[in-house]
């Protein structure tokens, strides 16, 4: 059983277009982070969200973090093909009282976007 | 500052042969952690270091596989016996703080064994 489900599996688009990712799960996270990978490259954190509710901007990117802090997406706007890669949401999970954590990654979203 | 390095980027041994990694980590990061990813799937969680106690093991990790992290610093991961199902990426991360400080990645090990 996979605790991160992120959907859709895969999308392919054009350039311009918009688009939305979702990873979704029915635990809930203390905080969670959205990466995006690239072939033969590790992944490169892109933001963290730690509050229900709230969301992030990164210049075209925008985060958002469920009231539940169950689930989040990110929305991209006006894709461009460096878009192009492995976007992964990973969340945390608190255990031993608090003083430990670990961070469980979900499959992933992988994005085309054509020029 | 300048990332988290692995060595080799890519390694090709016969099925049975042992294997070592070696992780690098950010200078002053306290947490090194090690995953694994194969074809399709995301970083699946192997084991992790505060400095040189390795504080969780994943069910993933069978008895075939090692990680050491002397003195704190960097970090190694040997498979012994390999199996063909040990063909994948292997990930370094560290971090410095406690929950939700972002993983620094490197550019991974990527396992082939045939």
């Known amino acids: 059983t996979q605790l991160l489900e992120q959907s859709p599996q895969f999308l392919s688009i054009q350039e311009g277009e918009n688009l939305t990712v979702y990873c979704n799960s029915s635990?809930?996270?203390?905080?969670l982070q959205w990466y995006r990978q690239e072939p033969g490259e590790g992944p490169v954190l892109l933001v963290t969200?730690?509050?229900?509710?709230e969301v992030k901007k990164l210049k075209r990117l925008t985060f958002q973090f469920g009231d539940a802090r169950k689930d989040s997406s990110l929305h991209i706007t006006a894709a461009q093909p460096g878009d192009t890669g492995l976007y992964l949401c990973?969340?945390?999970?608190?255990?031993?009282?608090?003083?430990?954590?670990?961070?469980?990654f979900g499959k992933g979203t992988l994005l085309t976007v054509n020029p | 500052d300048t990332g988290v390095s692995q060595d080799p980027r890519h390694k090709i041994t016969k099925r049975g042969q042992n294997v070592t990694f070696r992780c690098d980590p950010i200078?002053?990061?306290?947490?090194l952690y090690w995953y694994r990813q194969t074809l399709g799937q995301g970083p699946e969680f192997l084991t992790y270091?505060?400095?040189?106690?390795?504080?969780?093991k994943s069910r993933l990790l069978s008895d075939r596989f090692s990680a050491e992290r002397p003195k704190g610093s960097f970090s190694t991961l040997e498979i012994q016996r390999t199996e063909q199902g040990d063909s994948a990426m292997y990930l370094c991360?560290?971090?410095?703080?406690?929950?939700?400080?972002?993983?620094?990645f490197g550019n991974g090990t990527r396992l082939t064994v045939t």
């Open positions: 991360a560290s971090s410095f703080g406690g929950w939700g400080s972002p993983l620094h």
């Open positions: 635990s809930v996270f203390s905080s």
């Open positions: 969200v730690v509050t229900g509710g």
């Open positions: 990973a969340g945390a999970l608190l255990y031993s009282g608090g003083s430990n954590y670990k961070l469980t």
């Open positions: 200078s002053e990061h306290n947490r």
């Open positions: 270091f505060q400095n040189e106690a390795q504080l969780e």
